[in-house]
């Protein structure tokens, strides 16, 4: 299973990007599909997830009302829409998924290799 992330930059503050995550690879299903980040010295932070029905969503509270995650299940593509960025969201962006390979497989985490978004003050 791979995940390739796209769409990173630099931008100046209040503009926007949108982040892409193309999965491929054996894959039975896929449950959940979101986005992390990374800024140096900083934990991994979940940013914004999608549930299986691509309905159900949530978000760190700092974007809420500024970025919007969604979901392409037939093609197995996440998107992350940031808008009005700050330079506190400034971090690698990382694509996750949970992911079952077969019926008979539990979940599992799968990560991709992360996506660079700087936010110039």
């Known amino acids: 299973v791979q995940l390739v992330e796209s769409g990173g930059g630099v931008v100046p503050t209040g503009g926007s990007l949108r982040l892409s995550c193309a999965v491929s690879?054996?894959?039975?299903?896929?449950?959940?599909m979101g986005w992390y980040r990374q800024a140096p010295g900083k934990e991994r932070e979940v940013v914004a997830g999608?549930?299986?029905?691509?309905?159900?969503?949530t978000y760190l509270d700092s974007v809420t009302g500024r970025f919007t995650v969604s979901r392409d299940s037939a093609q197995k593509m996440v998107y992350l829409q940031m808008n009005s960025l700050k330079p506190e969201d400034t971090a690698v962006y990382y694509c996750?998924?949970?992911?079952?390979?077969?019926?008979?497989?539990?979940?599992?985490?799968?990560w991709g290799q992360g996506t660079q978004v700087t936010v110039s003050s």
């Open positions: 690879g054996r894959i039975f299903a896929i449950n959940f």
């Open positions: 996750n998924i949970r992911a079952q390979t077969s019926y008979a497989n539990g979940d599992n985490s799968y």
């Open positions: 999608i549930a299986k029905n691509g309905v159900a969503t």
